[in-house]
């Protein structure tokens, strides 16, 4: 099990959620690239992790503003490459 803890990371945008969540409300989002396997990683949100392509995200359901944040990320060219998943 990871315990490290996230030194680097970054500030990636503040997000005004106006509509399309069950209240308006700010979204703080950061992004960090980790250099372990994810099976080492504790989630305490969420079903589970995946690696997925930018491609293969309209095959998925994000809750509320959700997608449309993650568009705003893969727009701003931090999406990274895919993992094998097998």
């Known amino acids: ?10 500030n990636y945008r503040r997000f005004e959620c106006t509509t ?35 491609e293969e995200r309209w095959a998925l359901k994000f809750a509320n503003v959700l997608g449309s944040l993650l568009e705003d990320f893969i727009a701003a060219n931090l999406w990274p ?5 097998s």
């Open 81 to 85: 490459k895919p993992v094998d998943n």
């Open 1 to 10: 099990m990871f315990r490290g803890s996230l030194r680097h990371f970054h």
């Open 20 to 54: 399309g969540d069950v209240y308006p409300n700010v979204k703080y989002l950061y992004w960090a690239r980790l250099d372990v396997d994810a099976e080492t990683l504790v989630l305490y949100e969420g079903q589970r992790l995946i690696a997925i392509a930018a």
